[in-house]
Structures are given as C-alpha cells and as structure tokens.
C-alpha cells in the first residue's frame, strides 16, 4: 500500500510541476488545432503611494521611498523602471490588481512624439513634461529613444491618437 500511494504521489507531483506557472493557465490546442481556455495574464496587488488616484491602464513604478516592495507611484524621472500596469482605477492609499503580463486593452497612451505601430514596442517615458504621468509612448525609429525610455509591451495596433491602446505586456520576469 505504502508503494502504491508513493506512485501515486510522483505521478501527482510530475503532472502538477512540469508546467511553467500556473497549472491550467496555459492556452491549450484542441484536436482540431482551435486555440481553447484563456489567454496568460499574470497580476499583482499593489498599494497606491501618489497622491493622486490612478485610472485603469496606467503605468506604474515602485515607490522607493517606501520599502515594503508593493508600494507604487507615477514618475516620469531617469531611472524610473516600470512595474505593473493598474487593472482598475486605483483611489490614492488602496491596495488594487496591477497586470505584469498579457493582452490589455486600454493602456493608456500619449501620442505626443509618436504614433503607434503594430508590432513595435511601447516605452515608458521617463523624459519629464514630455508626455502625461503613467501613459506609454511609441518610437518609430531608433534614434528617438533614449536610454531612459523603458520597455512596456508590445502594440497590437497601428494608431496616430492618444488614449486606449491595445498592448501585449511584457513586465514580467
């Protein structure tokens, strides 16, 4: 018995673990080659330091003043990392869900240097009055990006206004 319930358990612990994250998170292929379940997101709770709410779909950064490592803010200064995204709006002291990973549909962007383009990446910009606190922006060439500019996600859409934008996030690690 005692042999029966050890292969038991290695056969448990083997189909749990040999999936990266989550079990059954994962989009899965039916027999007909359909994608089925839902797509990857992953998500994090944070509490909102600024002194202002957050709306859903702004970009957010550690508040290094305060080290417990949930706390967030909005920056716009050289060095300022992005690390989640607010998955609703997010009233000034709350704990709310910030998304790390996955399809967003309306990060909020600026289109003040750049429109975006399918496929290209979206930055934080770090470049302080150029773009409004928390908003992403997109490059189209090379040499408007500065070493502060930081990596959000990738856009799903070509678009010349500012607003809601369809992006794939890519904070996580």
Known sequence: MRNFLLLLFLFYTQVSFSDFGPVNRSVMVDGVGTLQG??????????NRHAGSGTDG????LDVSNDDGYSVT??????DVPHCVLDQTCASGAVCRCQTYGLKTNVQFDSTEN?????????LDETAGQNSLGTVQAADEWTTLNINDIQVGVAYDTDTASG???VFIRLRK
């Open 38 to 47: 839902p797509l990857d997101k992953y998500y994090i709770n944070v509490k």
């Open 58 to 61: 702004t970009v957010v950064i």
């Open 74 to 79: 909005f920056g716009q200064a050289a060095g």
């Open 115 to 123: 429109s975006t383009t399918a496929g290209d990446w979206v930055y």
């Open 164 to 166: 809601d934008k369809e």
